[in-house]
């Protein structure tokens, strides 16, 4: 049987049918106990009907043989991480990955006897320079946060096969709908739900994706860690990716348009898109990515006064999380970003006036007003 298409497979795969009544939507199984007769079916096992069939949608989605739902982003994280590295072994990580993340490795992986080393750059040479004879784990993150700097997925692939490492990334920012990575031969996707696959901001959640036999060895340290996602929240975010496709194509759209509007305006001095030929790395983007995600960064003209620019948004919301229908901003230098001193800042590229923006579904029109008229009161007021 041919396989459905992904917007398809948003709508149905892993619906639960609803045999008493007949309903259209999966009905939600909130129980925590279950019948000892039938199997050993219990919400932290990772297999009650809602956490079984949402499962089975993200597997579809990233094309992957399995998937595993859990409680956050940095559940799905921690667990495929620790479920690879033992005491002795070593990681190789992108230098500039989700903070959350680079605090796991950096604050707890010492005293669990794990080694690590972050690439100097994003190029695989890079990467390739730290794998030491205990490396075990190769771990990415495209685009980046928050300059949407692409990592080469086939390369990356290509240096695990060649060092026999695993191949991971966090592929929040692009959505299964932008990036496949499996395609490319990475081992293992992990998400944090709470941003595209969610996308109204209201539900924590995260997700890993990757081969059966891959599943095997991070269920079973899964469910001694207990990073589960509830039955409601199980049930809510199936409905939430059922409008995945459209959302983030939307999204997409909106960014693209905003991007080079942005890149246009006098006000602004930088825009970081991988959407934009003036990108860097638009190639690579465009060779790897189905769409250029809703997310980019951009720096307000020196002079001008960021916070006015803030203040004088109306439509825009000034809010830390991403990839929500409605489009937010954040400042990396006072949020993300504010444990670095300024120096380490300036070196990676975040200055004081970047902001970072996450595009949402609402009209364009509407939105370059609000960026126009905010960009030019604050230009008045500085
Ligand atoms: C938010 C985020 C995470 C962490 O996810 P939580 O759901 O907050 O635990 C990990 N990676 C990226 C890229 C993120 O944006």
């Not at 949020?335 to 996450?358: M, P, W, Y």
């Amino acid at each position: 049987m041919k396989k459905n298409q992904f917007d398809t497979q948003c709508v149905h795969e892993g619906q639960l049918k609803d045999e008493q009544y007949k309903g259209a939507i999966s009905p939600l199984y909130m129980a925590t106990a279950y019948s000892y007769e039938e199997t050993d079916r219990y919400p932290r096992y990772f297999n009650t009907p809602n956490q079984l069939g949402l499962a089975k949608k993200i597997a579809a989605l990233e094309g992957a043989e399995e998937g595993l739902i859990f409680g956050s982003g940095m559940a799905a994280i921690s667990t495929a991480l620790l479920a690879y590295l033992h005491k002795g072994d070593h990681v190789v990580l992108q230098n500039d990955l989700y903070g959350g993340t680079t605090n796991l490795v950096v604050e707890h992986f010492n005293k669990y006897g794990i080694e690590y080393a972050f690439a100097d750059s994003l190029a695989p040479a890079s990467f390739e320079a730290k794998i030491q004879s205990n490396t075990k784990v190769i771990y990415v993150e495209t685009p980046s946060n928050p300059l949407m700097k692409i990592v080469d997925l086939n390369s990356i692939a290509a240096l695990a096969k060649k060092h026999q490492l695993i191949s991971m990334i966090d592929n929040t920012f692009s959505s299964p709908v932008n990036q496949n990575p499996i395609a490319f031969g990475i081992d293992i996707v992990l998400h944090s739900a709470t941003k595209y696959l969610g996308g109204h901001s209201d539900i924590l959640a995260g997700a890993v994706a990757c081969s059966a036999a891959h599943m095997e060895r991070i269920f079973s340290i899964a469910k001694s860690l207990g990073g589960n996602l509830s039955d409601i929240s199980a049930w809510l975010l199936e409905r939430s990716i059922k409008t995945l496709a459209i959302r983030v194509k939307q999204q997409n759209e909106n960014a693209l348009a905003l991007a080079h509007f942005l890149e246009n305006h006098t006000l602004i001095s930088k825009v970081y898109y991988p959407g934009l030929p003036s990108h860097p790395d638009h190639a690579l983007a465009k060779q790897q990515m189905q769409g250029f995600t809703g997310m980019m960064s951009f720096e307000v003209a020196d002079g001008l006064d960021r916070a006015s620019f803030e203040k004088n948004l109306t439509i825009i919301q000034p809010v830390v999380s991403l990839a929500g229908v409605e489009s937010t901003i954040t400042i990396p230098a006072i949020t993300s970003h504010k444990l670095l001193s300024a120096e380490a800042r300036a070196k990676q590229g975040i200055t004081d006036n970047l902001v970072r923006f996450s595009v949402g579904i609402e009209s364009l029109e509407d939105l370059k007003r609000d960026l126009d008229n905010a960009l030019k009161n604050a230009s008045h007021e500085s």
